[in-house]
């Protein structure tokens, strides 16, 4: 055997010797994924078109599809082509306990990225930007949040909306009763139904919601704003390795241009289960996000 040929041979070797000492540096997410043999979504089942039932009560939506591009990735660094993808469904109140202890492993949704969750969970880029704004119907009169004094109005628990609305009761000096659904199909029905003046919440959500009623000309979302707020899919605090294969991931879909595709078949085309197309054109603060990805969350 010739010098060079003990060399190569050597170097495979070790090579083989080395593919178990890199699984074995696999932690947090990714680990839990390995050892398992699955990885579970968490999923909403109201939040259109974001992550939401269809027809036939399965999760389809914007957040769904990108989050799916994360699950291919995750099979492709694990060389695990048949991981099972279990899918569990969440609400506004349930999604960051159950991500903490590890019931779900990616939260696909309409959660904003905010300092405070920071605190205690993880975002990937930003993937949508909003404004929390309320949605009335046009017989009522209502245009501005100021409207909304001594109204009774619904929100949607466990949602930023609430904290926002409160603040601004104080500082706009109006007095306000909340009723809370536990989602926002809920909430929206609320309205629907006349329980409520006005519905407080993300204005592509309440788009949403409206483009499911059977009269969607009956219903307005104002232009006033209580803030505007990133969107992100939901990890685990604190997992480096999990939270970089988001990042490369999504990124890369940003970068390709894969993008604009995935948001014109949510956002700009008609969408099951009513086939209604939102017309929700890309904002600059959205083709911003795109072009420079980041996971900045709002104050």
């Given at each position: 055997?010739?010098?060079?040929?003990?060399?190569?041979?050597?170097?495979?070797?070790?090579?083989?010797?080395?593919?178990?000492?890199?699984?074995?540096?696999?932690?947090?997410?990714?680990?839990?994924?390995?050892?398992?043999?699955?990885?579970?979504?968490?999923?909403?089942?109201?939040?259109?078109?974001?992550?939401?039932?269809?027809?036939?009560?399965q999760p389809i939506g914007y957040a769904m599809d990108?989050?799916?591009?994360?699950?291919?990735?995750?099979?492709?660094?694990?060389?695990?082509?048949?991981?099972?993808?279990?899918?569990?469904?969440?609400?506004?109140?349930?999604?960051?306990?159950?991500?903490?202890?590890?019931?779900?492993?990616?939260?696909?949704?309409?959660?904003?990225?905010?300092?405070?969750?920071?605190?205690?969970?993880?975002?990937?880029?930003?993937?949508?930007?909003?404004?929390?704004?309320?949605?009335?119907?046009?017989?009522?009169?209502?245009?501005?949040?100021?409207?909304?004094?001594?109204?009774?109005?619904?929100?949607?628990?466990?949602?930023?909306?609430?904290?926002?609305?409160?603040?601004?009761?104080?500082?706009?000096?109006?007095?306000?009763?909340?009723?809370?659904?536990?989602?926002?199909?809920?909430?929206?029905?609320?309205?629907a139904t006349d329980r409520v003046a006005a519905f407080?919440?993300?204005?592509?959500?309440?788009?949403?919601?409206?483009?499911?009623?059977?009269?969607?000309?009956?219903?307005?979302?104002?232009?006033?704003?209580?803030?505007?707020?990133?969107?992100?899919?939901?990890?685990?605090?604190?997992?480096?390795?999990?939270?970089?294969?988001?990042?490369?991931?999504?990124g890369a879909i940003y970068k390709s241009g894969e993008?604009?595709?995935?948001?014109?078949?949510?956002?700009?085309?008609?969408?099951?289960?009513?086939?209604?197309?939102?017309?929700?054109?890309?904002?600059?603060?959205?083709?911003?996000?795109?072009?420079?990805?980041?996971?900045?969350?709002?104050?």
């Open positions: 055997m010739s010098r060079i040929t003990r060399i190569a041979t050597a170097v495979l070797a070790a090579s083989f010797i080395a593919a178990p000492a890199v699984a074995q540096e696999l932690t947090g997410t990714l680990r839990k994924i390995r050892d398992t043999g699955s990885i579970t979504i968490g999923h909403r089942e109201a939040s259109i078109p974001f992550s939401y039932l269809d027809d036939k009560q990108l989050c799916m591009k994360v699950v291919d990735a995750v099979k492709a660094e694990l060389k695990m082509p048949n991981l099972k993808v279990a899918l569990q469904p969440v609400t506004s109140a349930n999604r960051i306990p159950l991500l903490q202890n590890g019931t779900i492993d990616l939260e696909c949704g309409s959660t904003t990225n905010s300092v405070e969750r920071q605190k205690t969970v993880a975002f990937g880029p930003t993937y949508f930007v909003i404004n929390v704004s309320a949605a009335a119907k046009k017989s009522s009169g209502l245009k501005t949040l100021a409207d909304l004094n001594g109204k009774t109005i619904s929100t949607t628990s466990g949602t930023t909306a609430v904290p926002l609305l409160k603040k601004y009761e104080k500082t706009a000096s109006i007095d306000v009763k909340e009723i809370y659904g536990k989602d926002h199909a809920e909430s929206m029905q609320l309205l407080v919440m993300d204005d592509i959500l309440l788009a949403g919601q409206i483009a499911n009623q059977a009269n969607p000309g009956e219903y307005m979302i104002f232009s006033e704003s209580l803030r505007t707020e990133p969107y992100s899919m939901m990890l685990r605090r604190d997992d480096p390795q999990f939270k970089g294969l988001v990042d490369r991931t999504i993008i604009n595709k995935i948001y014109a078949k949510w956002f700009t085309s008609p969408i099951p289960p009513r086939n209604v197309n939102l017309n929700f054109q890309m904002t600059p603060a959205i083709q911003e996000a795109f072009k420079n990805p980041n996971d900045r969350g709002v104050q």
